[in-house]
């Protein structure tokens, strides 16, 4: 929306100048044919050659004319020359080579040189393409995608070209990449020993920080058996590092957003109950977003990929820091300033969930990265009913989840489900 604006801003500008520089331009252009005429009036027809205009011409001495000589004065460069009214005429060929091919006297005249209408025309679309370029490009070099995942200490898991392990074709087929997590890829798979169809998580790269990140979360992710948290199958570290669990093709990103405030509600009602239950255990997530909420068919939500998940009672940090950028915490950009990532930032999490399921945008205003971040940790977030007034209901749950401290947010999940259900749609 500010790009646009900009870019409009700048062709009004554009538009001003072309309005003020075209008649400029013509009016220029009428003085110069004007010039030429009058020139062409006083002056004999001699061209443009400047040699014809700074050599002086020698008339015969004797004139045979009745009326007294006239004599014309013509300057040229830095001379002047006086020259008497010719009793003879130029001979046809001469006169040709004198006037030039328009006709005016002045050889490559008016009639040849670029209108200055159409040369300030030309300048002016020359400008506004230029600009419209560099906002197209500005644009698609600073998009950003909302879904995806920033991992401090190692390369963009969307850069890596690992395939599905070799070791592991003998217990699928059907092998079909279905998308990349934080330090992961997910294959969908039939599992050959009963054409189960199934989703196969296996790492990204074999260096040692990736493989501690993943049994990290091969031993968090196997401990959680809820009805909101997607289901693993099987997992084994042998012959290669994998973690098998359902399969669902859809998620919250692939809904149309915004949505009805009672579906809103129930979804992230769900999600909640998932969150409360993995809280309980000590586990947190860090990372909920719609990519990471899967749906199954009868629209029951599934919290999925717990590669940033940490045990609270841990103190060994062994996953990468990172976070999704328009669903980080405060605490997640700025950790010296509110302190490590806790419960409270999955419930800020789902507080910008709950918000762009309600309303289809985000809570803060920012175009690049560095706009949205510094939004995030010093402006207030925009409340639903600014969006929708219908939504006002929503806007206290919302703005709790969205608080920048952590201690003033709710204390547990199972509080905010709590004035979550009490909301009326």
């Not at 005249?109 to 400008?127: E, H, K, Y």
């Not at 050959?192 to 990290?216: I, N």
């Not at 409270?344 to 789902?350: E, K, N, V």
Request: charged share 20%; glycine share 10%.
């Amino acid at each position: 929306m500010r790009r646009s604006a900009l870019f409009g801003s700048f062709a009004a500008v554009i538009l001003v100048i072309a309005l003020i520089a075209v008649p400029a331009a013509a009016a220029q252009g009428q003085e110069m044919k004007d010039a030429h005429v009058m020139a062409n009036k006083s002056a004999p027809a001699y061209g443009n050659d400047r040699a014809a205009w700074q050599v002086p011409i020698t008339l015969p001495a004797t004139v045979a004319v009745d009326d007294p000589p006239v004599t014309t004065t013509i300057a040229a460069a830095s001379e002047i020359t006086a020259i008497p009214e010719a009793a003879s005429t130029p001979s046809v060929t001469e006169q040709a080579r004198f006037m030039g091919p328009n006709g005016t006297g002045m050889q490559g005249g008016s009639g040849d040189r670029t209108d200055p209408i159409v040369l300030a025309l030309i300048i002016v679309a020359v400008i506004v393409a230029a600009l419209y370029g560099y906002f197209h490009l500005s644009a698609r070099g600073t998009s950003i995608d909302p879904d995806h995942t920033v991992i401090f200490g190692g390369k963009d898991p969307h850069s890596d070209d690992g395939g599905f392990p070799p070791a592991l074709s003998a217990r699928y087929t059907g092998i079909v990449p279905v998308g990349s997590g934080g330090t992961a890829r997910v294959f969908l798979a039939t599992r050959v020993r009963d054409g189960q169809t199934v989703a196969v998580k296996v790492p990204l790269r074999t260096d040692e920080a990736t493989g501690r990140s993943f049994l990290k979360e091969i031993g968090i992710w196997r401990g959680l058996v809820h009805q909101n948290i997607v289901r693993v199958c099987a997992v084994n570290i042998l012959p290669s590092p994998y973690v098998e669990m359902e399969y669902f093709d859809r998620s919250l990103k692939d809904l149309e957003k915004p949505l009805s405030p009672a579906r809103a509600r129930s979804i992230v009602a769900g999600i909640a109950e998932g969150l409360a239950y993995a809280h309980e255990k000590g586990v947190i997530h860090r990372d909920l977003k719609p990519g990471n909420i899967l749906l199954a068919p009868d629209g029951t939500p599934k919290i999925a990929d717990w590669g940033l998940g940490r045990v609270l009672a841990d103190g060994d940090e062994t996953t990468a820091p990172g976070f999704s950028l328009h669903y980080a915490a405060p605490e997640q950009l700025a950790p010296a300033r509110y302190g490590p990532a806790g419960a409270g930032t999955d419930l800020f999490q789902l507080g910008v969930v709950l918000y762009e399921l309600l309303t289809g945008a985000f809570p803060y205003n920012g175009v690049g990265p560095g706009e949205y971040a510094a939004a995030v940790l010093s402006d207030d977030p925009v409340p639903p009913s600014a969006v929708e007034p219908a939504l006002a209901p929503f806007d206290q749950i919302v703005l709790r989840c969205l608080k920048k401290d952590p201690a003033t947010r709710y204390a547990s999940a199972e509080a905010f489900l709590a004035d979550l259900r009490a909301i009326e749609c």
